[in-house]
């Protein structure tokens, strides 16, 4: 039992999260032996061709992914590799597409430094003190933490690596690769950096807290069922009675991945984090989090406890909810433009959480069927371009001191910036959920599977805050438009490299919103997730 | 077996509950690096009592993910305790609401 074997690598299909992985290597060399003055310049080159090829290998990996008999109708296309603690399947490529456009966009967020007049986003030297002559002196200099394009491909090789886990143990480092990149840029701010630390160290103990109960989790299904690996927890599930082992272990890893997703009662870091991170980190974080979270917690609940639903539905059921109901009722009471965003994306984990409740077995779909996979996989590539757009908007109302993010002071922004405004408004009013705009599109998608699969409260209740939360978007719109400008805040023009990543989360919500049907097909012809 | 699996819960249990009551960052983040000891010591057991190695390996990997954790997490506890002379996670109360 105890000899080792070794593993098979399918080295082909792990391309792109090589690609990732080693330009994030060669990149911490570049910060090593390449002089100040050209490193940026080769860093965020590096960094864009890193993710560029690793998309185009994604999309190369995706067209060659073998078709697997599942049973029923549904299929599943893809391999198990790594001594199947891997699964490259169709959900995973997708998921990988996903990340990668959405990293790209976020390189171009990094990279902005005409909007603070020259200066980068972040901190000069993190390690000098807010209000030293260290830092005054690091300003003169202008120095610049170049370290932050490869801390982001780390974190992007872990959100690729996270919904691609199929063992309880790889999805434990994915975790970890994802997180503690996020910790440090969190915490680099160039101004307002007391906030931006403040939010790093909330970030990281309590990140750190959670990811304990994900350990401990692991550890009693381990004990449960003898293995780590998906399929067998399956296996074990299906063939035995539950017990209190596999009822607190399947609890306790849902702790560590709730709160990635960002659920009550696991939100309270959201929005000081979003608050506290530099605009560009949050606008990308916000958007890749979720996208890796939501996938791992599918895999491991329609995968490993899949035989289980019975065990976790009811509490999934409660958490949606509750998420739903907090998100929606408390950003209605926020002042701050990024913590509305926040409580905002709470409440749309609510409203995936409602889809990964639509779960059924293949066997139940009719041919055809928009299957729970499929709705949550297209409503994150609504959400994820949306919020990433919104939050990068946000970047760009400014004063002398840096972003203008108290709501009373984007009073009358339209009349100053009816295209800022129009977009954000936009936006806004996809987040809502209004009809023509993606939001409308991946709603309708979750909520329906959620109806399919007989959570049809959930739904009424979905639709209820839906309407909830568009009252708080709306009242945004009418201060942007309807309100006298209060002259304390000014938009100022980004460089090409903002403009093409707000542009593209807009084309994309526009475009999913009425031609929903390419990107429904694609999410279906990913098919569900390989056994 | 189950012993040493009731000893995981306890300190488990002790470093959950450090977490929510201590005040000093570093303490609290003591008392995280306890849980996931308290984790090691419920894989290994399991290991032993299924006879397979996977549960050791786990334990190794923990070790591993736990100090480049230490590393991130000094770092952000001595950026705060420099600008503020103090790491009390109380006094770090500029976000809320």
């Avoid at chain 1, 299904?221 to 017990?243: D, H, L, W």
């Avoid at chain 1, 926020?334 to 059924?360: C, E, N, P, W």
């Avoid at chain 2, 010591?41 to 736990?66: E, K, S």
């Amino acid at each position: 039992m105890n000899e080792f074997t070794i593993p098979e690598i399918a080295y082909l299909e792990l391309l792109p999260l090589l690609i990732v992985f080693g330009g994030a290597i060669v990149g911490v060399g570049v910060e090593a032996f390449v002089g100040r003055s050209a490193r940026r310049t080769v860093e965020i080159a590096l960094t864009s061709a890193t993710l560029v090829a690793a998309l185009v290998a994604c999309i190369w990996v995706g067209g060659r992914l073998p078709v697997v008999e599942h049973g029923g109708t549904a299929t599943a296309r893809g391999l198990l590799t790594a001594g199947d603690t891997l699964a490259i399947d169709g959900p995973t490529v997708f998921l990988w597409g996903l990340v990668l456009l959405i990293s790209l966009a976020g390189v171009l967020l990094f990279a902005e430094r005409k909007v603070s007049a020259g200066l980068p986003a972040f901190a000069g030297q993190a390690a000098a003190t807010p209000g030293s002559r260290a830092e005054r002196e690091a300003d003169a200099l202008g120095l610049e933490h170049t370290e932050v394009y490869p801390l982001m491909l780390f974190a992007v090789a872990g959100m690729m690596m996270f919904p691609a886990a199929n063992d309880l143990l790889v999805m434990f480092v994915a975790l970890e690769v994802l997180s503690l990149p996020l910790y440090l840029l969190t915490g680099l701010a160039r101004r307002r950096r007391m906030l931006s630390q403040e939010a790093a160290m909330k970030y990281f103990l309590l990140g750190a807290f959670a990811s304990g109960f994900f350990l401990y989790g692991a550890a009693l299904t381990y004990g449960y069922a003898g293995s780590m690996k998906f399929a067998q927890i399956n296996e074990a599930v299906r063939n035995s009675e539950g017990n209190g082992l596999l009822l607190l272990g399947i609890g306790l890893l849902c702790v560590g991945l709730l709160f990635k997703v960002g659920a009550v009662p696991f939100h309270q870091w959201t929005p000081d984090v979003y608050q506290g991170a530099p605009t560009a980190v949050t606008a990308w974080m916000a958007a890749g989090t979720k996208v890796a979270a939501i996938g791992a917690l599918l895999r491991l609940l329609h995968v490993a406890f899949g035989s289980a639903a019975w065990s976790w539905q009811p509490m999934l059921w409660v958490i949606a909810l509750a998420t739903m109901a907090a998100g929606a009722v408390l950003a209605i009471a926020q002042t701050d433009v990024k913590r509305m965003l926040a409580y905002s994306s709470i409440a749309h984990a609510g409203f995936m959480l409602a889809g990964v409740l639509g779960f059924q077995s293949a066997a139940d779909l009719a041919p055809g069927q928009l299957s729970a996979t499929q709705a949550v996989l297209f409503y994150l590539v609504a959400y994820g371009f949306a919020v990433l757009a919104a939050f990068a908007l946000v970047g760009l109302v400014r004063d002398a001191s840096g972003e203008v993010t108290e709501l009373a002071r984007w009073a009358g922004i339209g009349k100053e910036s009816p295209l800022l405004a129009g977009a954000f408004a936009f936006l806004l009013l996809a987040m809502a959920g209004i009809p023509l705009t993606s939001g409308f599109i991946g709603k309708w998608a979750v909520f329906s599977v959620a109806g399919a699969a007989g959570a049809w409260p959930i739904v009424v209740a979905g639709v209820l805050f839906s309407v909830v939360a568009a009252f708080f978007y709306v009242r945004v719109i009418m201060l942007m438009f309807f309100t006298e400008p209060t002259g304390t805040a000014a938009v100022v023009r980004p460089s090409w490299a903002t403009t093409a990543a707000i542009s593209a989360g807009v084309a994309v919500t526009v475009v999913l919103g009425v031609l929903p049907g390419p990107v429904l097909e694609l999410a279906a012809h990913a098919g569900e997730f390989l056994r | 077996m189950t012993e040493y699996v009731i000893l995981s819960a306890i300190l488990f249990t002790i470093g959950a509950v450090g977490v929510l009551v201590r005040r000093n960052a570093l303490v609290v983040f003591m008392c995280v690096e306890l849980m996931l000891n308290a984790c090691n010591l419920a894989f290994v057991a399991f290991a032993r009592q299924h006879g397979n190695l996977d549960g050791q390996v786990a334990a190794f990997f923990v070790m591993v993910v736990a100090a480049a954790e230490v590393v991130v997490g000094l770092a952000i506890i001595m950026t705060i305790f420099r600008a503020r002379r103090s790491a009390s996670v109380d006094d770090a109360s500029l976000l809320r609401y």
